[in-house]
């Protein structure tokens, strides 16, 4: 059963593949994605990787855990106007309480950005 994720759908995108440690998110672009230069904000990325990451690593998290964002790190590389960006992320590293994740964004196989990012790691009470 789908989880319901109303972010998403306000953006348009959905998770499109997600495995033990593995996430791939998508998104196929509009104009509402663009900032006023006419290319893909790059808020739009971060949200894309963001979400991968997360996905991935509750994919390895036991169950009554969760995860939450400490800090990501992205780096942008080209731009984008049209097309369906592909999010691949994996995870990089799992301690006890913090787990590291890479993210790769591409578009017609080129690299749009990459990000990298630490996750803290929490039990539910």
Do not use: W
């Not at 509402?32 to 994919?59: E, F, I, Q």
């Not at 009554?64 to 995870?91: D, N, S």
């Amino acid at each position: 059963m789908a989880v319901a994720h109303p972010f998403a759908d306000l953006i348009g995108f959905s998770v499109s593949e997600r495995t033990a440690e593995r996430c791939v998110t998508e998104l196929t672009l509009e104009e509402k994605h663009l900032n006023p230069n006419g290319v893909v904000h790059g808020g739009v990325l971060y949200t894309l990787a963001d979400t991968g990451m997360g996905g991935a690593l509750m994919s390895a998290l036991p169950e009554g855990h969760y995860c939450a964002t400490i800090e990501i790190k992205i780096a942008y590389f080209r731009p984008a106007q049209t097309g369906t960006v592909r999010c691949t992320t994996r995870l990089v590293h799992l301690g006890r309480r913090t787990a590291s994740l890479e993210s790769t964004l591409e578009l017609e196989g080129k690299t749009l950005a990459r990000a990298y990012g630490t996750f803290m790691i929490l039990q539910q009470p």
